[in-house]
């Protein structure tokens, strides 16, 4: 007897017919069919909020969400966190800690799929025109925004197109559908979106909503992403295919017709330029201040966050802030790293990027303003700009691979101003009363920071790579002060690396570059600070090139998930009992 495979995510899905999460409530049932709804905008509007709470879903799994993985696997950081955080450590080295580790991937991004496939088989009865293309459109880009990130991952697994009909097709377990089946799924969902989504202004909807510039910003990353790691000249369509001359030319509608633009200032892109933290910071007291999210015309594609006073209410908060903050047992040393707030120390900045970078470009503001270095860094100490006193830290709350470096993009951020003396620190700077003013003021759940997953400078990028012309990279260049070059491969893939650092997007360069091997491999006998002694970063099991050679960048499918399937899953290569990650080793 074949395993229940779908049975979870249609009762996940159940909730997009009511919009809300109790999917026991009976009004949903007996007020509303597909005879009666959608009719409304509100009512299209109800039917597509239940996807867009999937992505909360996938983003909630923190340790096995896209944005975690690729940045802890990729070149340009380290595992870290503490002693026991055997999970980041594992993935920097690909390997694992546990057959389950990527469970909470599979389910958050089965449940969204299951959602997405029912919100679109109900949108066909809105009536023709600019709501269902619109509506229609945001559903198939989070389609393929979910398919993308598990196909990256994991590779082979199974295809849903279609919510089942019945308890007898919801019994049945599919088999894992071949990645070009996969890819086809995606790029017909993203092209049907971009063709049809209403030209309109990035700013005319509600921050957070998929626009046409999202379809088109997912549909180039898509096609380089494919045609560079499987070496294709097209990226296919369920019907034929998408070529690079229209993904050129999607990318070139974003940048004449969105509206979307570079900030001024690459520096007010981060929240430590926020205005109650700047203040007490040296280094941002001179620069714009934080573009807050919602206004921010760069940001093309976000999931919306919102920060929470305590644990027990925290759906929406921006927890990689957390995850990637400094480690620390005693909050009141904070005040010798400010801005950087208290976390778990997971993702340390490995220190090749920091010179590499300033060989490349000596001058680049960007470096700085994306990476606290504790030997370069200062605080105001009674009114005088005084060098940080990280000393005390290293091998703090028995933190591992730390290397006095981190990245400032995603990140804790506090605040001077709390309490009755004005001179304590707010955990997140998010707390005080010039932004959410939460009644509590969580250092685990404070952040409300949106997280990014494109942004203009992306497209800009992208659109130079597809057409191999230096227009968007020299725009880019030019915002980070930096003289204009003639286009490279070279030079573009330096581009890619400096802007977007600690944005998601590195690991999937290297893969498609193919020079994961290479990059990977640079991290060995970097210096690292282990639990009060220095060390040197080395394989932990086999040698990471060797380990990329052999998984080819997928990870391992959920053990659960191969056991449910009862056959119809297969394990993806590389993932045998060598690969178990024990403990951190010299």
């Known amino acids: 007897m074949k395993k229940i495979f779908y049975l979870l995510t249609i009762i996940l899905a159940l909730p997009v017919l009511s919009g809300c999460d109790d999917f026991l409530e009976v009004q949903s049932f007996t007020t509303k069919n597909s005879e009666t709804f959608p009719r409304t905008e509100d009512d299209a509007n109800q039917m597509v909020v239940g996807v867009y709470n999937s992505l909360t879903r996938c983003t909630n799994q923190v340790m096995s969400s896209y944005y ?17 955080d055997k999970a980041s450590q594992a993935l920097n080295h690909l390997l694992y800690n546990e057959p389950d580790m990527m469970n909470g991937l599979w389910s958050s991004h089965y449940t969204g799929i299951a959602r997405a496939n029912a919100a679109l088989a109900a949108l066909e009865t809105l009536d023709e025109g600019a709501l269902k293309d619109q509506k229609m459109g945001e559903v198939k880009v989070m389609r393929a925004f979910f398919y993308f990130e598990m196909v990256q991952l994991l590779g082979d697994i199974p295809l849903m197109k279609a919510a089942p009909e019945n308890v007898q097709e919801a019994k049945q377990s599919p088999p894992q559908a071949p990645q070009k089946e996969i890819y086809q799924l995606i790029a017909t969902d993203l092209w049907e979106a971009y063709s049809s989504m209403p030209t309109v202004s990035w700013d005319t909807y509600t921050s957070g909503t998929v626009t046409k510039w999202a379809a088109a910003g997912m549909l180039a990353r898509v096609f380089l992403f494919y045609t ?4 294709e000249d097209a990226l296919p369509t369920e019907s034929g295919q998408v070529t690079n001359a ?13 509206g979307h633009s570079l900030v001024p200032d690459f520096r007010s892109l981060w929240p430590y330029t926020n205005s109650v933290s700047k203040r007490d910071y040296p280094y941002a007291v001179d620069i714009p201040t934080w573009v807050r999210d919602g206004a921010n015309p760069e940001h093309v594609f976000v999931k919306k966050m919102v920060p929470h006073a ?3 209410s925290n759906p929406q908060c921006n927890e990689y802030c957390l995850y990637f903050a400094i480690r620390n047992g005693n909050n009141t040393d904070y005040k010798n790293m400010f801005p950087m707030g208290q976390g778990w120390g997971m993702g340390p900045v490995n220190s090749n990027l920091w010179n590499e970078w300033a060989a490349d470009e000596p001058n680049d503001l ?20 005084t060098p940080v006193d990280y000393d005390d830290q290293w091998g703090a709350d028995r933190q591992v691979e730390e290397t006095g470096m981190w990245q400032k ?3 804790s951020t506090t605040a001077y101003g709390k309490g009755t ?22 250092f685990q759940h404070g952040y409300g920071t949106d997280l990014i997953f494109i942004r203009y400078a992306d497209i800009l990028l992208m659109h130079s790579e597809i057409t191999k012309t230096a227009d968007g990279l020299n725009a880019v260049r030019r915002r980070a002060q930096l003289p204009e070059v003639g286009y490279s491969e070279e030079a573009l893939r330096k581009e890619r690396r400096y802007e977007l650092a600690f944005e998601g997007v590195r690991w999937g360069d290297i893969r498609r570059w193919h020079i994961a091997e290479e990059a990977l491999s640079k991290m060995y006998g970097v210096p690292v600070f282990n639990e009060n002694a220095w060390t040197t970063m080395r394989p932990q099991g086999p040698n990471i090139a060797d380990r990329y050679r052999a998984t080819k960048g997928f990870l391992m499918i959920p053990q659960t998930q191969i056991d449910i399937a009862a056959g119809a899953l297969k394990q993806n290569e590389g993932w045998g009992s060598d690969a178990v990650f024990i403990q951190w080793s010299d």
């Not at 229209?246 to 969105?258: E, R, T, Y």
Request: hydrophobic content about 35%; proline content about 2%.
């Open 421 to 442: 003396n004005g001179q304590d620190l707010w955990n997140a700077f998010t707390s005080h009363p010039d932004y959410f003013n939460l009644p509590g003021d969580n």
């Open 246 to 258: 229209q993904v050129a030319a999607a990318l070139k509608d974003c940048i004449d017709n969105s």
């Open 68 to 84: 975690m993985i690729a940045e802890l696997s990729c070149d340009d950081r380290f595992g870290g966190g503490g002693y026991n």
């Open 366 to 385: 960007r470096r700085k303003g994306s990476i606290w270095n504790y030997e370069v860094e200062t605080i105001f100490v009674d009114g005088v700009e």
């Open 409 to 411: 993009k995603v990140v």
């Open 228 to 231: 560079g790691f499987y070496q």
């Open 310 to 312: 305590t644990w027990q």
